[in-house]
């Protein structure tokens, strides 16, 4: 299968290129020539199928030409290592916990399975930086899976002031070929920084290449898990094919995911893009202008902080451009503010004994108001102590840490302190190469 861009500027290319460029040369992010439908046979079978045999057959629809059987299933057992179980919360109501990883997010399946894939297609002795911009999650996953990697160099860029001390310890204390960069600015500053570096020939020779969800590889492991929800939805006596996902949204790398799957062939009530106070995907679906340049609101729901994102792109192409067959399958619910949040969690304290992080939190509430009578499948993106001062402010308690979290805290390394310019962060990347 070929890899297009979504500005239509550029041929197609193979899957190892669209990786290794991250971004097209005309600016655009690379997205699959075809979403082919999947068998019926796979739908009729999906019940009895583990999360790595689901995400298996949907890795093979897209790279079975790429890459041969044995090498593809080590990359997807490794990155679909640890399941993603679902947990009844209310009548009507189920939770996907999508965290259980080693960094507790759903970011760890798709940067394992990138990790594997660079792997598997790079050139022996060939330098490889990756740059990744970050709330926390993104980060924390990416550092990970390229920790002690031979040959490659990770940069996470992160502004300052806006990432919880877990989130911070989570990506200083590793150390090795992992560098911390702490930008005076913004998550869409930091966006930028990374996408004027890889665009920059002068740094060509480097290998430069984004690990943030603009790169296809992050992408496409996150498809098998809307197949994998509706699989364990059936499972539970729930007709999955009503069920509202509601999806926590923030770049909307997730929601493009889901929206790809049901252009293969799942069946599923409305994909409902849960959003913060930015609230950026409703004007989006809704055909106005939105300022590409804005800046984020800061909310209880860091990772979805995006005054524009950068996924919207990848939605325009599943759709051809056609917003209103987007919004037939995509329902945005009105923004989510941090009040409504806070209530959530603590309601499903009290009556459920379930403690939701502010992002599964974004995804109920938005649910709730978009859907009051349907089944409703809640992703959990996070583990609730990935935003553990947040969590603390809410609840007005403690939240234990898992042994994930715990190794993190002990040791913490000093990051690089840069403005949010693209001099600054070559200065970076050249002080290690």
């Not at 299968?1 to 992010?29: L, N, Q």
């Not at 004007?283 to 990772?303: E, F, H, I, M």
């Not at 902080?305 to 192409?317: I, V």
């Not at 599943?318 to 941090?338: E, F, H, K, L, Q």
Request: charged share 15%; aromatic share 6%.
């Amino acid at each position: 299968m070929k890899y297009v861009s979504t500005s239509g500027g550029t041929e197609p290319v193979a899957f190892a290129e669209a990786i290794r460029r991250s971004i097209a040369p005309d600016g655009g992010m690379y997205m699959p020539g075809d979403l082919p439908k999947l068998p019926r046979a796979f739908f009729n079978n999906m019940g009895e199928m583990s999360l790595r045999e689901i995400a298996y057959v949907v890795a093979a629809t897209f790279l079975g030409e790429d890459l041969d059987p044995s090498a593809l299933k080590k990359i997807v057992d490794e990155a679909f290592a640890f399941d993603a179980p679902l947990v009844q919360i209310a009548d009507d109501t189920y939770v996907l916990e999508l965290y259980h990883g080693p960094t507790l997010t759903v970011k760890d399946y798709s940067a394992r399975f990138m990790a594997g894939m660079l792997r598997h297609f790079s050139a022996p002795g060939k330098p490889c930086n990756i740059l990744v911009a970050t709330t926390g999650n993104t980060g924390a996953a990416v550092a990970n899976a390229f920790y002690k990697a031979e040959g490659v160099n990770v940069f996470v860029l992160y502004p300052k002031g806006r990432l919880s001390r877990m989130a911070i310890s989570q990506v200083t204390a590793l150390g090795e070929n992992v560098h911390p960069v702490e930008v005076g600015g913004t998550i869409e500053d930091c966006k930028r920084m990374v996408d004027a570096a890889i665009a920059d020939s002068s740094m060509e020779s480097l290998g430069l290449m984004a690990a943030n969800s603009i790169n296809i590889a992050r992408v496409l492991p996150l498809v098998s898990l809307a197949f994998h929800a509706a699989a364990r939805l059936d499972n539970a006596g729930v007709d999955a094919s009503k069920a509202a996902f509601a999806i926590p949204s923030g770049n909307l790398s997730i929601l493009a995911a889901a929206a790809m799957a049901r252009r293969m062939g799942l069946q599923t009530g409305p994909l409902i893009g849960a959003t913060n106070a930015n609230g950026t995907l409703g004007r989006l679906l809704a055909g106005k202008a939105v300022d590409s340049v804005a800046q984020p609101v800061r909310t209880y729901a860091p990772a979805i902080d995006m005054a524009y994102p950068s996924g919207w792109p990848r939605l325009l192409n599943i759709y051809g451009g056609d917003t209103g067959a987007m919004r037939a399958d995509i329902a945005a619910a009105p923004a989510v503010g941090d009040m409504e949040i806070a209530y959530a969690v603590n309601l499903m304290r009290q009556t459920s004994a379930y403690t939701l992080d502010p992002h599964a939190a974004v995804a109920l509430c938005a649910a709730r108001r978009a859907v009051p009578d349907a089944a409703k499948l809640i992703f959990a993106t996070g583990h609730p102590a990935k935003q553990l001062d947040i969590m603390t402010r809410i609840t007005g308690g403690a939240i234990e840490l898992p042994v994930q979290l715990t190794r993190f805290m002990s040791v913490r390394r000093h990051p690089a302190i840069v403005p949010p310019t693209l001099p600054a962060i070559k200065k970076v990347i050249m002080n290690y190469n």
